[in-house]
């Protein structure tokens, strides 16, 4: 990750992506982008003019630029996620997405077959 003082924040991808519309859709569904954007905020005092995904094996670049209404739900997601940690909650989300690549599949009862 890079993050630039003049406006910008790079992540690197290995992933094979070779059109653009699927660059930039990554971008914007980023949840990384979005808590390095956040990073960035805490450590320049203002948001990012943009943040993006550089995707190494195609060269290609999704963008997005973050603002203050989707930095305050990546703070609530994070709380979420505190409070989870907290209570000792570790639900399984199965799905075939999670499951796929999940390294305990194969000993988890609520995995999704893949």
């Known amino acids: 990750v890079d993050l630039e003082p003049e406006g910008t924040v790079t992540d690197y991808k290995t992933s094979e992506i070779y059109e653009q519309k699927g660059a930039d859709k ?4 980023s949840f990384q ?7 960035f905020a805490e450590q320049f005092g203002s948001l990012p003019i943009y943040a993006q995904l550089t995707f190494l094996g195609s060269g290609l670049t999704g963008k997005m630029i973050p603002d203050e209404k989707r930095l ?7 709380q979420e996620a505190e409070q989870g940690i907290r209570k000792g909650s570790f639900e399984a989300n199965p799905s075939y997405a999670n499951c796929h690549f999940c390294e305990y599949q194969e ?7 893949t």
Not at 33 to 39: P, T
Not at 72 to 78: D, G
Not at 107 to 113: E, F, G, L
Request: proline share 8%; with cysteine.
């Open 72 to 78: 305050q739900k990546t703070k609530e997601k994070m």
């Open 107 to 113: 000993i988890c009862p609520d995995a999704v077959p």
């Open 33 to 39: 982008l979005d808590l390095y954007s956040l990073a």
């Open 26 to 29: 990554k971008a914007r569904e």
